[in-house]
């Protein structure tokens, strides 16, 4: 599993208890109508097997990605997200499949898509353009811990990029 990945899946998102569970995975044991903050990954296994149900107030809406959008269009820096988006992202599109929502779910996937492509393209460009930006506390609080990971790894090879060209 690439790295990205690896962090998305591991961030928490809330849930609410539907079932009584024992101890799980080293969680647990959770009652019946509690709330329980859990790996994204976990969390949508205990959603799709009936024993939990995503907190609503977690899930994204279609017209708060495309507000982060517009946001990042006009920001010469990355906008700052909240560290758990990519979790509630991944928890929005899997409770739209569910929901069989596909006109919100397409909105939706428009939107990040185009948010993400944008972020990852500014951070491409600002590292290219200042390698040392990676050290910088201000521009790397600005980004997801996903996008910190898919920086540290451009940083790397775009440097080496530039040393290989660049050196006499």
């Known amino acids: ?92 599109v899997a409770q739209l499949k569910r929901d069989g929502d596909a006109k919100t779910l397409s909105a939706l996937i428009h939107n990040a898509r185009d948010l993400m492509i944008r972020r990852v393209e500014k951070i491409a460009r600002m590292l290219a353009a200042s390698p040392e930006l990676i050290d910088d506390e201000e521009f790397m609080d600005r980004l997801t811990p996903e996008e910190r990971a898919i920086a540290q790894a451009l940083q790397g090879e775009i440097k080496a990029l530039l040393d290989e060209i660049l050196s006499p």
């Open 1 to 92: 599993m690439p790295v990205v990945a690896g962090i998305a899946e591991s961030r928490q998102i809330r849930v609410i208890i539907v079932k009584d569970l024992p101890q799980f995975l080293g969680l647990g044991p959770y009652k019946a109508g509690s709330t329980a903050l859990l790996p994204v990954y976990t969390a949508l296994r205990l959603v799709e097997i009936g024993a939990a149900k995503l907190d609503e107030q977690a899930l994204l809406k279609p017209q708060d990605v495309a507000g982060l959008k517009f946001v990042e269009e006009r920001e010469q820096m990355p906008a700052k997200l909240p560290e758990d988006f990519y979790a509630r992202l991944r928890a929005t």
